[in-house]
């Protein structure tokens, strides 16, 4: 069964600090891969999404992702974070014609000023 | 992306009552929608898969005589809290599949319920 592990559940980085988001699946076959992002009562935006070839994938609002089949891994990075992107993340895997997603359970992002 | 909207954006009702959450796809037909609900600070639980013009899928666990979904056109999903009682209260959050091919979802706002 698919299963999506985001080990941080909450981190802190001050305004225009790097920030790395880390995502672990488990699935057997060539997995999609997706983070989602959560504004307070609010629903979920794409940042990004991986189905084949390039491993590096770009997103929206400067993010980034890298797809590592060897550590079964699918970490979100951006540069220089600011003082909006604080808010909850979600990685979330998928399988061709399964249609179903399944979500980590978030890690909160709180950006210092 | 598609464009999604739910209604109502929060909702408040008394115990026993039922409640009906509207999911709308604006801008693309959706023959599949999705229901989660999503606790404070955790993540989002897929309810069931709602397929147009036939039953929907629920996942284990879940009383589909409780949460009713209905998805009768290409645009709309509706589900409806039956009998509602303060342990329904959630976040509630409905998504369209862009399709099989290639898993994107594209969720809505989603709907606050609180159960007095």
């Known amino acids: 069964a698919q299963s999506v592990t985001q080990p941080d559940i909450h981190i802190t980085v001050s305004e225009g600090a790097s920030l790395e988001l880390r995502c672990n699946y488990s699935?057997?076959?060539?997995?999609?891969l997706f983070w989602y992002v959560q504004s307070p009562g609010q629903g979920l935006q794409l940042l990004l999404k991986?189905?084949?070839?390039?491993?590096l994938v770009q997103g929206i609002k400067g993010f980034e992702a890298e797809f590592k089949r060897s550590q079964s891994s699918f970490n979100l990075r951006k540069p220089s974070v600011h003082w909006s992107d604080a808010a909850e993340y979600f990685c979330a895997v998928g399988s061709q014609g399964a249609q179903k997603l399944v979500f980590g359970q978030g890690t909160r992002l709180t950006i210092n000023p | 992306g598609a464009v999604v909207s739910q209604h109502p954006s929060w909702v408040i009702c008394k115990s026993g009552t039922s409640v009906k959450i509207e999911c709308r796809s604006l801008d693309f037909q959706a023959t599949t929608m999705f229901w989660y609900r999503q606790f404070p600070k955790q993540s989002l639980m897929l309810m069931a898969t709602?397929?147009?013009?036939?039953?929907?899928?629920?996942e284990q666990g879940v009383e589909k005589d409780k949460f009713l979904i209905n998805h009768a056109s290409l645009t709309l999903s509706t589900l409806t809290v039956t009998s509602a009682h303060p342990e329904d209260s959630s976040f509630y959050i409905c998504?369209?599949?862009?399709?099989?091919?290639?898993?994107?979802?594209?969720f809505g706002p989603g709907t606050r319920l609180t159960v007095l």
């Open positions: 709602s397929n147009e013009g036939s039953k929907a899928t629920y």
């Open positions: 699935y057997g076959a060539t997995p999609y």
């Open positions: 998504s369209v599949s862009a399709g099989a091919t290639y898993n994107e979802q594209f």
């Open positions: 991986y189905f084949s070839g390039d491993t």
